[in-house]
C-alpha cells in the first residue's frame, strides 16, 4: 500500500500533537506554584489551648524524633534517616525564617502536610509520611501549626541527601505520588464506637503506624492489601499489627495500651529499637488517646478470631532439650541472662517478662532478637527495666549460641537458619 505525502505529513503532526499533550500533562502534573513567604507570625497571636492542642497532636506524630538530630536542638532537622534508595537527611521545622519554616503560611503547611509540597514548590520525599497525613483534619494541622510556630526558631540548614544516582530529580516524586499517594479524607466507621473511630483515625493519620507496619514495594509505597501485615523500620523488623502477629492470641486492648503508654507490659517486654521512641512519646500524650490507638490496634490483631477464643500466653521453658542441643548457649545465657530471664531469679519476680512471651523471639526472622542483643534496650524514662548491650562482650559466634539457646528453650518454633551470618551482617553494620 502506497502511503500519500499528505498521510504521512498528517500523521507525523498527529505524533508531534499528541507528544506536545503528553509533555503538557506531565509539566502541569509536576508543577506546584511557589507560595508566598510571609512575615512570621507573633508567638502572641496563637491561643494556648491550641498550642498544647497541637503539642499532643506533634507528639503521636514523633515529629521530634526524625527532625532532630542526635544531641541536636528539637525540630532543627539534620537527622540522617537511612532508606533503600540512600539517606535523607530531616528538615528543619522550627519557626526561622531562612533555615526553617518560620515565612510559612498555614496554607503553605498543609500542602506540604498532606501533599508532599514544599512552600517553594518542591516535591518532598515520602520520608515525610504525607501518605498518611492526608486523613489528618484542617482543625488538626491548624493546631500543628500554631505548636510548630511557637518553637524556639533555631537556624540550621540540613546536609544535602546522599540518595542513588537519578534519585535527587525530585520532579520524579510527582510519578511516585500519582501511583502511591491517595488523598483522601478520614471516614468514621458508622457501627464501631467513637473511642474505635478515634483510634483509627490517629493510627491512620499522625502516629502513620502503617508506615512501619505494613510492608513496602521496590517502589517504597506501602503494598495495597497487605496493611499492618509487617515492615522495616532502621534496621528493626515492625512486627505484624493483625492476627499473625506471633503474640496476638496474648495482646489485648489493655496489654496494648501498657505497652503504649509505659514502653513495657509483664506479658511482652519492652519496647526496643525505633519503638523505644515511640512509647516514650505516647507517655505524653493524653490516656484516651493512648487508649484509643491501642482498642483500634487490639481489634485490628484480632479481628480473624472469634470472640471469646482469645487465650493468655503460655509460658515454655525446654530447658534440658536446648542445654543438650547448644551447650555453650546454656553456658553464656547462665552467665549473661539467666539474672533477669531464668525462671523463678529474682529480677523476673520484680517484673522481667517470661522470654517465651516476647515477640522478637517468636518471630521467623531473628533480626529484632539479633538488634536487641546488640544494641540492647534502653529503660523508658525514669521506669521499667533495661537490657545492656552484649554486642562489646561477646562475639559473633557467642551472640548465635545464644540465640540458638534462647530460640531453642523459650519457644516450640524451628531453629533459626543461618544465625551467626545474621549476627555478623548486623555487627557489620553497627
Not at 485490628?300 to 478470631?305: D, L, S, T
Not at 540458638?404 to 551470618?421: C, D, H, I
Request: charged share 20%; with cysteine.
Amino acid at each position: 500500500m502506497k502511503l500519500t505525502r499528505k498521510f504521512l505529513t498528517t500523521a507525523i503532526g498527529g505524533v508531534a500533537l499528541a507528544g506536545v499533550a503528553a509533555g503538557a500533562f506531565a509539566f502541569w502534573y509536576v508543577y506546584e506554584p511557589a507560595i508566598d513567604k510571609i512575615a512570621k507570625p507573633d508567638r502572641a497571636s496563637f491561643d494556648q489551648a491550641l498550642v498544647t492542642r497541637g503539642e499532643q497532636l506533634a507528639t503521636v506524630g514523633d515529629c521530634i524524633v526524625c527532625h532532630t538530630a542526635e544531641n541536636g536542638k528539637p525540630f532543627a532537622g539534620a537527622r540522617p534517616l537511612p532508606t533503600p534508595f540512600g539517606t535523607l537527611y530531616s528538615n528543619n521545622i522550627t519557626p526561622d525564617e531562612k533555615t526553617g519554616i518560620g515565612n510559612w503560611s498555614e496554607v503553605a503547611f498543609a500542602r506540604a502536610m498532606k501533599r508532599g509540597v514544599a512552600r517553594d514548590g518542591s516535591h518532598l520525599y515520602p520520608a515525610l509520611p504525607y501518605e498518611h497525613f492526608t486523613h489528618v483534619s484542617t482543625d488538626d494541622l491548624h493546631a500543628l501549626y500554631a505548636f510548630l510556630m511557637t518553637r524556639q526558631p533555631v537556624s540550621q540548614e540540613a546536609p544535602e541527601n546522599e540518595l542513588l544516582p537519578g534519585l535527587g530529580f525530585r520532579p520524579l516524586l510527582a510519578g511516585w505520588k500519582l501511583l502511591f499517594l491517595h488523598q483522601t479524607e478520614f471516614a468514621p466507621v458508622a457501627n464501631q464506637s467513637e473511642e474505635w473511630n478515634r483510634g483509627k483515625y490517629l493510627v491512620d493519620g499522625l502516629a502513620h503506624c502503617g508506615g512501619c507496619h505494613t510492608p513496602r514495594n521496590l517502589a517504597g509505597g506501602e503494598e495495597t492489601g497487605n496493611e499492618f501485615a509487617g515492615g522495616v523500620a532502621e534496621g528493626w523488623n515492625a512486627p505484624a499489627l493483625d492476627e499473625t502477629n506471633p503474640s496476638a492470641d496474648s495482646w489485648t486492648a489493655a496489654s496494648l495500651y501498657t505497652y503504649l503508654k509505659n514502653g513495657f507490659d509483664k506479658g511482652h517486654g519492652a519496647a526496643g529499637g525505633p519503638m523505644g521512641p515511640v512509647t516514650e512519646g505516647l507517655a505524653k500524650v493524653n490516656d484516651s488517646d493512648v487508649k484509643a490507638i491501642a482498642v483500634y490496634i487490639a481489634s485490628v490483631m484480632q479481628e480473624a478470631q472469634p470472640r471469646g477464643t482469645l487465650s493468655p500466653a503460655v509460658s515454655i521453658d525446654n530447658a534440658k532439650q536446648a542445654a543438650d542441643a547448644f551447650p555453650d548457649g546454656a553456658h553464656l545465657f547462665q552467665g549473661a541472662c539467666a539474672g533477669c530471664h531464668e525462671p523463678g531469679s529474682a529480677m523476673s519476680q520484680q517484673g522481667r517478662p517470661s522470654l517465651s512471651n516476647l515477640t522478637a523471639i517468636k518471630m521467623d526472622d531473628p533480626t529484632n532478637a539479633v538488634a536487641a542483643l546488640l544494641e540492647g534496650v534502653p529503660a523508658p524514662p525514669g521506669k521499667g527495666p533495661f537490657m545492656p548491650s552484649f554486642g562489646p562482650n561477646l562475639t559473633d559466634k557467642e551472640l548465635a549460641e545464644l540465640l540458638a539457646y534462647v530460640r531453642s528453650r523459650f519457644t516450640n518454633r524451628p531453629a533459626w537458619e543461618n544465625l551467626e551470618k545474621s549476627v555478623a551482617s548486623a555487627s557489620a553494620e553497627e
